[in-house]
């Protein structure tokens, strides 16, 4: 449990760590090597193809790892620092690669989806994230440009307009098979009104930056590595899997 001393020291770090970031997300922007936008065409990153073409088998491993939703934590149990946004136990993460760490256990139960992610430039998280019937993201926007986002669907809901996600202005509406990528340091919000789950394969990878920018991004990710934020993270990641409901043996 946080004491009172760790919890002031914790405000301190993020009220610094926000005007750093203010100030490395400004070079960022200088020195990205594409331009910056809210949303992108998968097309832009050659990468993504392969997740494409071998979505189905990318979704048959996820149906497994996903057959029962109580061994999967909700997001909030994992990162507290995301309770403003994970307001209930609606949206489930299944993690491969966490913080920028290979999850080995997980891993081994998705061997195809771990050999079709191998090689994939910068890439720092990737998990199965579920949204579950009702669930809504409030409109926020994510921690520096140092990141881009990709989802690959999975399982969508039929109903557009119902199950949806909108960054800056622009609505996005995921396809199964399909990839998108988007800069979530613009405002962005998701929701899923229909009475079926929503699946995807969430990617977070590194900006692609020019010199010195990557001098700069590399710095920042290996500081926030070694920061109580992800440490917890990763902590709270081992507590659940040594308290939750144990994973169904595979069929």
């Known amino acids: 449990m946080a004491t009172p001393s760790r919890n002031r020291r914790r405000a301190a770090l993020v009220w610094t760590g926000l005007r750093l970031l ?16 809210p949303v992108y065409e998968a097309a832009s990153f050659p990468w993504l193809k392969r997740l494409e073409d071998n979505w189905q088998v990318i979704r048959a491993e996820a149906d497994v790892a996903l057959t029962d939703l109580a061994t999967v934590p909700p997001l909030r149990a994992i990162s507290p620092d995301h309770d403003l946004i994970a307001t209930d136990d609606r ?64 399982h969508v809901p039929g109903d557009g307009h119902a199950c949806r996600m909108q960054v800056d202005t622009q609505d996005v509406r ?56 992800v440490q917890d993270g990763l902590r709270n990641l081992e507590r659940w ?8 043996p595979p069929a």
């Open 22 to 37: 203010a100030v490395i997300d400004r070079v960022l922007a200088r020195f990205s090597a594409i331009e910056n936008r």
């Open 91 to 154: 949206w489930r993460s299944f993690f491969l690669w966490a913080y920028d760490t290979r999850w080995e256990r997980n891993c081994r139960r998705c061997p195809e989806t771990v050999r079709l992610l191998d090689g994939i430039p910068g890439l720092l998280s990737a998990f199965f994230s579920v949204l579950e019937p009702g669930a809504h993201i409030p409109r926020h926007t994510g921690p520096t440009k140092a990141i881009l986002t990709a989802h690959l669907g999975l």
């Open 174 to 229: 995921w396809q199964d098979g399909e990839a998108i990528v988007f800069d979530d340091m613009y405002p962005h919000e998701v929701w899923n009104d229909t009475d079926e789950p929503r699946v995807i394969l969430l990617l977070h990878v590194k900006r692609p930056q020019r010199f010195p920018g990557t001098l700069v991004r590399d710095g920042l990710f290996a500081a926030l590595k070694s920061s109580p934020f």
């Open 241 to 248: 899997e040594e308290t939750a409901p144990a994973a169904p």
